[in-house]
């Protein structure tokens, strides 16, 4: 509760409310002289810094939360198409996609959850990259098969048994591959890997 009795309910977008943002510093001092012109200049000061970030977040959502979410309900609705398992989603671009997958998980009640999200990098190689067990978590659903653990080029291709394979890290969270191809064999592969 603010120091005027009155709730703040106004959130910035660094979660830090009003009146501990810029605006509560926008009230005219106590020891500078004070009246009505600069109390309303204060006041449109604040008002400004406000309507801004508002803005600023009404356009993020509709311009970009809203279209990721859209990118991401069409690969969740396709995903039998990509593996028969519906176990693997492959988004038409990168996207923000952790939120969303676990909004319409729930919102669509998927089962089988999807295990793997397959995505073109900004170079133009594939990702193929785990779901995590639960939102902010560093464990997966299914972590890519152990054997494949930080290796690295041909060595990860001998590996698996398929041309074009980039790397996977070493907490087996993602890995990549130079074709789609590529990456959707290696997402194959995991889903069937056994752990021994």
Same mark, same amino acid.
């Given at each position: 509760m603010g120091s005027s009795g009155i709730n703040a309910e106004y959130m910035g977008s660094s979660g830090i409310n009003a009146?501990?943002?810029? /605006?509560? @510093? *926008?009230?005219? &001092? &106590?020891?500078?002289?004070?009246? %009505?012109d600069i109390a309303m200049a204060q006041f449109e000061k604040a008002q400004e810094m406000t309507g801004s970030e508002f803005a600023g977040r009404v356009l993020y959502y509709a311009q970009s939360w809203f279209a =990721?979410?859209?990118? /991401?309900? +069409? =690969? *969740?609705?396709?995903?039998?198409?990509? @593996? =028969?398992?519906?176990? /693997? *989603?492959?988004?038409?671009?990168?996207?923000? !996609?952790?939120? @969303? *997958?676990?909004?319409?998980? /729930?919102?669509?009640?998927v089962d089988p959850l999807p295990k793997y999200? $397959?995505?073109? %990098?900004?170079?133009? +190689? !594939?990702?193929i990259q785990c779901v995590p067990l639960k939102a902010g978590s560093f464990e997966n659903r299914?972590? $890519?098969?152990?054997? !494949?653990l930080a290796l690295r080029g041909e060595e990860l291709s001998k590996e698996t048994g398929v041309e074009g394979c980039i790397f996977v890290h070493a907490g087996g969270f993602i890995g990549g591959n130079a074709t789609r191809e590529g990456a959707l064999?290696?997402?194959?592969l995991a889903v069937a890997y056994k752990d021994e």
């Open positions: 009146e501990y943002m810029g /605006v509560r @510093h *926008l009230n005219p &001092w &106590w020891n500078r002289e004070q009246n %009505d =990721a979410r859209e990118i /991401v309900e +069409r =690969a *969740l609705t396709g995903r039998k198409e990509v @593996h =028969a398992s519906g176990e /693997v *989603l492959c988004f038409e671009q990168f996207c923000p !996609w952790k939120e @969303h *997958l676990r909004n319409l998980e /729930v919102e669509q009640k999200v $397959l995505y073109e %990098d900004t170079k133009g +190689r !594939w990702r299914k972590t $890519l098969p152990k054997p !494949w064999k290696m997402a194959e």
